[in-house]
T-cell receptor, first 113, second 111 residues
Framework: EAGVVQSPRYKIIEKKQPVAFWCNPI?????LYWYLQNLGQGPELLIR????????DSQLPKDRFSAERLKGVDSTLKIQPAELGDSAVYLC???????????FGQGTRLTVV | RKEVEQDPGPFNVPEGATVAFNCTYS??????FFWYRQDCRKEPKLLMS???SGNEDGRFTAQLNRASQYISLLIRDSKLSDSATYLC????????????FGKGTKLSVIP
């Protein structure tokens, strides 16, 4: 069974440029998460979807970040414009929802220069 | 107070040692609990779920104390391959369920 797939794996962009990350969750997983992880820190939730509905986006910096999950399957996270402080690993995860565990993709390592 | 707190480490232990990690959580409505392992520059991977009755998987034992809001992970007979960061994860009910991670504890097993 395929796991969570993310692309790209690495991205280097100049500040003020836009960037987008893509995630395809495990088949049948209704819940999809986007996390941000800085070096030496645990993952921090940006947004969580139940099917196509964003049920928790309280930590998403909405002035520059946006996300969508059309048709309740794959998802895109966008930053526009990127800032130096956005350099981090962006992790996508999916789960069956409720009290179940989440499975992570390999992440996208973003460097803003 | 952070929602999920862990010993920051790092823990440097010799091969064969027993090491214990602790974690506390603040939301008494938390429903499920996990330990994840994260290798350097890799994604977190589920190590084990944590049940109220305690559970064991080979050299790994996880315990949950709901009254004290405390979770532990014990690793016996440490191997070099156990070197990683261990993340405590709590599934909290805040409207709907959400997974909250601790900062992680770094373990280095030394030959």
């Amino acid at each position: 069974e395929a796991g969570v797939v993310q692309s790209p794996r690495y991205k280097i962009i100049e500040k003020k440029q836009p960037v987008a990350f893509w995630c395809n969750p495990i088949s049948g997983h209704n819940t999809l998460y986007w996390y941000l992880q800085n070096l030496g820190q645990g993952p921090e939730l940006l947004i969580r979807y139940e099917n196509e509905e964003a049920v928790d986006d309280s930590q998403l910096p909405k002035d520059r970040f946006s996300a969508e999950r059309l048709k309740g399957v794959d998802s895109t996270l966008k930053i526009q414009p990127a800032e130096l402080g956005d350099s981090a690993v962006y992790l996508c995860a999916s789960s069956l929802g409720g009290v179940t565990e989440a499975f992570f993709g390999q992440g996208t390592r973003l460097t803003v220069v | 107070r952070k929602e999920v707190e862990q010993d920051p480490g790092p823990f440097n232990v010799p091969e064969g040692a027993t090491v214990a990690f602790n974690c506390t959580y603040s939301n008494s409505a938390s429903q499920s609990f996990f330990w994840y392992r994260q290798d350097c520059r890799k994604e977190p991977k589920l190590l084990m779920s944590v049940y109220s009755s305690g559970n064991e998987d080979g050299r790994f034992t996880a315990q949950l104390n709901r009254a004290s809001q405390y979770i532990s992970l014990l690793i016996r007979d440490s191997k070099l391959s156990d070197s990683a960061t261990y993340l405590c994860v709590v599934n909290q009910r805040a409207g709907s369920y959400q997974l909250t991670f601790g900062k992680g504890t770094k373990l280095s097993v030394i030959p």
